[in-house]
């Protein structure tokens, strides 16, 4: 029997009386992982009354010791991390040592957050008046929806509750419904940490329907969402009837720019990496490969060479190059991007669903590689899958153009051992993040995370930047000259 699991609302695991249910099922051989309560708006409801309930008495609570709750949390996590590295493989399917990776990024940061509840800065400016004090401090929103996609179901979820919680509001989680299971982890980290109840509430459910409910319910000030373009856009136009700040992490579509002095080898190593990691299913994956066109040909072969080699299949075992694609949904989306792409361009490489023997229980795509002039739409959208399409360029301002030229902007690369042209390419590449002699994925938490165009609306996660998402800043002015002084009245008459 597949194991069931509950809403977490106000500090208790519940299973409303004839709830529906959904599976997560595993990708690589279909079996189930979990089973999973498909809450109602009513549902949704109680959690937001919980966490409204809760946040006064959270927002109290001194930074620091909100800080040793997380700490504890991240221990859950790294006890526990081999397991969870497992359910993570198991429920979507990467290989296991980025299902751990998974883990450990979310530890980093929690860790990461715990330290700022010993600093949460805010500024100290002076004033144009005597005996007068100016500062800012920074104060919790509130109640926050947090809503996250299934390919980083850990790190995402807690990039931002770590976040949301230092900074003392109540959060209510909304995962994706393809990773409830990992979400049960998640959320178990903080419950055993001691979390007190209400702060931090799990509903599970369709987008529709929970999200939808989160998004437009007065009482949730700010939400938080990662995600395709289609659903974040709802998201912002449901959140901005209510004023509420909504944060937007969306998609990419990331070049990696080889230039003909670059070294070669390294050059294969991240490409290989950034396509073909996570199944090509990170929003920073590397889905353009941007060739200089003296070392067009001699690449390809070396890529192609590189992936006569590659090992698809189970993605626990640790032998394995490249595991299953994420889901149903997944393969249909990226099958029917293969063949456009095969109207559009030259397959070179891969193109098929791996048939026969244990794949024809899971979903297991070929690494895939298209050449492709720039402009056409496998170059141009979004995927989400183990496909790469490669442009072939005659230099260096073609290559930003061609890099350019597309509606996201996560992430970017080049491979130059060109000094110059690489801080000119730090410059012009038209991304939030940009690697030189790296692959496009490999982010750290201790850095803003998030990007340009359709890629996001403005603000950045990770870092000090996560301060900044979930918190608002107060301006406060301290008069101790025991008089009325009037700003820029006064202050003129005294020069
Ligand atoms: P998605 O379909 O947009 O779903 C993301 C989350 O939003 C899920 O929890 C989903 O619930 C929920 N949702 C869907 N429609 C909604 C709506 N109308 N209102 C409120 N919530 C809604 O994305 P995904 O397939 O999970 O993830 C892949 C996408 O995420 C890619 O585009 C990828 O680039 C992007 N991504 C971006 C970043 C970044 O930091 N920029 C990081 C990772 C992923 P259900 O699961 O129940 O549908």
């Known amino acids: 029997m597949t194991d069931e699991f509950g809403l977490f609302i106000n500090g208790t695991w519940t299973s409303p009386a004839k709830a529906k249910r959904f599976e997560t099922i595993n990708p690589a051989n279909g079996e189930p992982v979990g089973s ?5 708006r009513e549902d949704v409801a109680k959690a937001i009354e919980a966490a409204h309930r809760a946040y006064p008495g959270w927002k109290e609570t001194p930074a620091p010791q909100r800080g040793e709750i997380l ?91 770590a976040a949301a919680l230092i900074c003392g509001n109540a959060v209510v989680f909304k995962p994706a419904s393809n990773s409830a299971r990992c979400a049960v982890e998640v959320i ?38 990662t995600g ?50 996570t199944s090509g299913q990170r929003c920073t994956a590397t889905s353009r490969l941007i060739l200089h066109e003296k070392v067009y040909e001699p ?9 006569d080699t590659f090992r698809l299949g189970d993605p626990v075992d640790p032998k394995t190059d490249m595991g299953p694609v994420a889901s149903r949904e997944q393969e249909e989306k990226i099958l029917a991007y293969i063949e456009i792409g095969k109207k559009e361009a030259k397959l070179r ?54 890099a350019n ?25 038209e991304a939030g993040i940009t690697y030189i002699n790296a692959p496009t994925i490999g982010a750290e938490i201790q850095l803003p995370f998030g990007g340009v165009k359709n890629t996001g609306n403005g603000g950045r996660e990770a870092g000090t930047a996560a301060i900044e998402e979930f918190t608002e800043v107060k301006t406060v002015f301290v008069d101790f000259s025991s008089k009325l002084q009037k700003a820029q009245i006064d202050a003129e008459s005294a020069v």
């Open 299 to 307: 690449f390809l072969k070396m890529l192609t060479d590189r992936l």
């Open 71 to 161: 700490l504890r949390a991240a221990g859950y996590l790294r006890r526990h991390k081999k397991e969870i590295g497992q359910i993570v493989s198991r429920e979507m399917g990467k290989v296991i040592a980025e299902g751990e990776g998974d883990v450990q990024e979310a530890i980093d940061f929690v860790e990461y957050m715990a330290g700022e509840g010993r600093r949460l800065l805010g500024e100290t400016v002076p004033s144009e008046l005597r005996s007068k004090f100016c500062m800012t401090i920074r104060q919790p929103k509130g109640v926050v929806a947090c809503i996250t996609p299934w390919n980083f179901p850990t790190a995402i979820p807690n990039w931002k509750i």
């Open 349 to 402: 490489y891969g193109g098929k669903k791996l048939r026969g023997g244990a794949y024809d229980k899971g979903f297991f795509i070929e690494p895939t590689i298209f050449e492709t002039p720039h402009g056409t739409r496998i170059s141009k959208e979004e995927i989400f899958g183990p496909v790469l399409s490669v442009i072939k360029v005659k230099d260096y301002d073609e290559a930003v153009r061609v």
């Open 188 to 225: 178990r980290a903080y419950e055993e940490a001691g979390v007190p109840p209400g702060v931090l509430n799990l509903v599970t459910g369709s987008g529709g329907v929970v999200g939808t409910a989160l998004v437009t319910d007065p009482r949730v000030r700010a939400v938080s969402f």
């Open 36 to 40: 999973f309560v498909s809450a109602t």
């Open 228 to 277: 395709g373009v289609e659903s974040g856009r709802d998201v912002y136009v449901k959140g901005a009837q209510g004023l509420k700040m909504v944060h937007l992490e969306l998609g990419g579509k990331n070049p990696v720019i080889v230039m003909e002095d670059a070294d070669l080898r390294l050059a294969l190593d991240g490409v290989l990496f950034g396509a073909f990691g």
């Open 405 to 429: 030229d597309v509606d996201y902007g996560l992430s970017s690369s080049i491979y130059t051992r060109d000094v110059n042209r690489a801080f000119r390419a730090m410059d012009d590449l």
